[in-house]
């Protein structure tokens, strides 16, 4: 879930094609919980690391079976984990106020987790992990906007400026919803068109917009979930103007929310290793055919 997401349970959004959400009800493997993940619920991004695997985490599949296709050659995609495993440690930093173009909100929050504990950072970085592997593999330049690698963050606005900085052909946040028991399926969050203060996504919601069609495409078929059954009116698509991320961004940009944390089908989903690998194949195969054209 975005660091600056409204709950989706008190009111669900209105949909537009949206590029951004990937959460999805599918079976797979358990993986043991972040014993010092943050507590259950959710809240409301410094320089762009090249991301390396780090010890403790589940591995990508083996890269054999990944096939060598070039075709991203000379293309960069940012990958941008949603929140920092550590941001719960620092609330006070994580609290302070940036400006997101519409408003100020929280430079960014903990995230979600599961009922057993799973958190969200967990399973972000581990997704982006996967999603990077494949990614290089087809020839692409990755940047992560953080691999753990600090305390805490970065901030939205930062992790906009990230990707607008890399010239990045497509950004895609890795996130998973904090939303009512009961509501299911993946969706990906789209930029609305907005023009206030240091945000003018007029050039970007075209190319978003397609992004993130082709990402809940290739997401739906590589997991075998639906699309969410609380927003998007069956499309798994939401068009937003209050995320920080979208609004500052201008490159292509979308968030993926792969499945909602708190509903007991969709964890067991997300805490598997067999699941995550598939969803960051859908998400690497929409990201493949948007920028092959």
């Known amino acids: 879930m975005p660091n600056d997401h409204r709950k989706t349970a008190r009111r669900p959004l209105a949909l537009v094609l949206v590029a951004t959400g990937c959460c999805a009800a599918l079976a797979g493997c358990g993986a043991s919980a972040d014993p010092a993940g943050p507590p259950s619920g959710k809240g409301p991004e410094q320089s762009a690391t090249r991301s390396a695997p780090q010890p403790g985490r ?30 719960f440690r620092h609330s006070k930093e994580i609290n302070q106020k940036v400006d997101i173009g519409t408003n100020r909100k929280e430079c960014d929050t903990a995230g979600t987790s599961t009922n057993d504990g799973y958190t969200e950072a967990s399973f972000t970085l581990d997704v982006s992990h996967r999603l990077r592997d494949l990614l290089t593999a087809r020839g692409a330049t990755v940047v992560f906007t953080h691999d753990a690698d600090r305390p805490w963050g970065p901030c939205v606005d930062e992790r906009a400026r990230i990707g607008n900085g ?125 920028l092959r054209g």
């Open 58 to 87: 589940t591995p990508s599949a083996p890269a054999a079976s990944v096939p060598e296709n070039r075709s991203l050659a000379g293309r960069t995609v940012v990958v941008d984990p949603g929140h920092n495993p550590g941001n």
């Open 166 to 290: 890399a010239r990045a052909d497509a950004v895609v946040s890795v996130h998973a919803d904090g939303s009512a028991a009961g509501h299911r399926g993946f969706h990906v969050i789209l930029p609305a068109r907005v023009r206030e203060g240091a945000a003018d996504t007029a050039r970007i919601v075209g190319p978003s917009r397609e992004l993130g069609e082709r990402i809940a495409d290739r997401f739906a078929r590589a997991t075998g979930t639906a699309p969410a059954n609380y927003l998007g009116g069956g499309t798994g698509l939401d068009v937003r103007d209050d995320l920080g991320g979208l609004n500052l961004s201008t490159v292509p940009k979308v968030f993926v929310e792969c499945g909602n944390m708190r509903d007991p089908e969709d964890a067991q989903l997300l805490a598997s290793a067999v699941w995550r690998q598939k969803a960051a194949q859908g998400i690497a195969d929409g990201i493949a055919t948007y």
